[in-house]
């Protein structure tokens, strides 16, 4: 069955993530993101313990006199909306800090993979590259956050916040963290953010394998500040073997890149000739 396969192939590259983060001449470009994230959770951590009490006193406020019997489950909700929000401010900004190195880092790996360059980059054109890299981070955050907050809402109704929601929640982070880890190789191509998602949609059972498994790493102590090296990674490996050909065919990827669409927000002609092609080479 295509699922299957596809759920395979998601496994295949997150594991190929772990693989490669070991490799030398790779290992110079994982240090950086994990010290960048290491300092953050640090930071958030220390942040949010010092206000967890504050913030469980503020959600009881809106607890009436009457509702005093639903108190525990308003303090055990309280606890989940902290770690749930915990949880994406650490994805968020850990996306905008280390964007700049997590595309360096794909595009390292894509030419350990295939043994091709991208067009050569001087430090001044990767500073100057900052700034489109982190309004590429912004245009996923606006696509995210609106998902989230009704996802949030939601939880908060009787069975359905305790049953579907849930759910719901958990395959759309895992759809997120797919489009996160994928933009990077896609972004270093300049392929638009729209076009990535059509593509991954093509494979989504493979996406939400891959996202899925990066999810479950976050919320895991220590593995999380190394998981974002090895999504990186094993996204770009997913670029490669199942993207590449099936969006530049044959011919070298430099010469084409430059006739794909720069702009995030936007859809070209060629964004529509990318989405009719239906060719996907998966594993």
């Given at each position: 069955?295509?699922e299957e396969k596809e759920v395979k192939s998601g496994f295949?590259?997150?594991?190929?993530?772990?693989?490669?983060?070991t490799q030398k001449g790779l290992r110079r470009f994982v240090?950086?993101?994990?010290?960048?994230?290491?300092?953050?959770?640090?930071?958030?951590?220390?942040?949010?313990?010092?206000?967890?009490?504050?913030?469980?006193?503020?959600?009881?406020?809106?607890?009436?006199?009457?509702?005093?019997?639903?108190?525990?489950?308003?303090?055990?909700?309280?606890?989940?909306?902290?770690?749930?929000?915990?949880y994406f401010s650490f994805t968020m900004l850990s996306g905008?800090?280390?964007?700049?190195?997590?595309?360096?880092?794909?595009?390292?790996?894509?030419?350990?993979?295939?043994?091709?360059?991208?067009?050569?980059?001087?430090?001044?054109?990767?500073?100057?590259?900052?700034?489109?890299?982190?309004?590429?981070?912004?245009?996923?955050?606006?696509?995210?956050?609106?998902?989230?907050?009704?996802?949030?809402?939601?939880?908060?109704?009787?069975?359905?916040?305790?049953?579907?929601?849930?759910?719901?929640?958990?395959?759309?982070?895992?759809?997120?963290?797919?489009?996160?880890?994928?933009?990077?190789?896609?972004?270093?191509?300049?392929?638009?953010?729209?076009?990535?998602?059509?593509?991954?949609?093509?494979?989504?059972?493979?996406?939400?394998?891959?996202?899925?498994?990066?999810?479950?790493?976050?919320?895991?102590?220590?593995?999380?500040?190394?998981?974002?090296?090895?999504?990186?990674?094993?996204?770009?490996?997913?670029?490669?073997?199942?993207?590449?050909?099936?969006?530049?065919?044959?011919?070298?990827?430099?010469?084409?890149?430059?006739?794909?669409?720069?702009?995030?927000?936007?859809?070209?002609?060629?964004?529509?000739?990318?989405?009719?092609?239906?060719?996907?080479?998966?594993?």
């Amino acid at each position: 069955m295509i699922e299957e396969k596809e759920v395979k192939s998601g496994f295949h590259y997150f594991v190929m993530g772990w693989h490669l983060i070991t490799q030398k001449g790779l290992r110079r470009f994982v240090v950086m993101p994990i010290l960048l994230n290491v300092v953050l959770m640090v930071g958030l951590s220390w942040l949010f313990i010092s206000q967890i009490n504050h913030i469980i006193e503020w959600v009881m406020g809106f607890l009436p006199a009457w509702l005093d019997w639903l108190s525990s489950v308003m303090f055990i909700m309280s606890l989940v909306m902290i770690v749930i929000v915990f949880y994406f401010s650490f994805t968020m900004l850990s996306g905008f800090i280390a964007a700049p190195f997590n595309g360096l880092l794909a595009e390292k790996v894509e030419k350990m993979l295939t043994g091709e360059s991208l067009a050569d980059m001087t430090i001044m054109d990767f500073i100057k590259d900052i700034p489109r890299m982190l309004a590429r981070e912004w245009q996923k955050l606006v696509y995210s956050l609106p998902i989230y907050i009704v996802l949030f809402l939601l939880g908060f109704i009787p069975m359905l916040g305790q049953s579907v929601i849930p759910v719901l929640a958990f395959a759309f982070t895992a759809w997120m963290m797919a489009i996160q880890y994928c933009d990077y190789p896609f972004d270093n191509h300049k392929i638009s953010l729209h076009t990535m998602r059509v593509k991954l949609k093509d494979n989504r059972w493979q996406s939400l394998t891959f996202g899925g498994l990066i999810s479950l790493c976050m919320l895991v102590p220590v593995v999380n500040l190394v998981v974002i090296p090895v999504a990186v990674c094993g996204a770009t490996t997913m670029w490669v073997e199942t993207y590449r050909k099936a969006l530049y065919g044959n011919a070298k990827t430099q010469g084409n890149s430059t006739a794909v669409s720069t702009d995030v927000g936007k859809t070209t002609n060629t964004d529509i000739d990318l989405r009719n092609n239906q060719d996907i080479v998966s594993r």
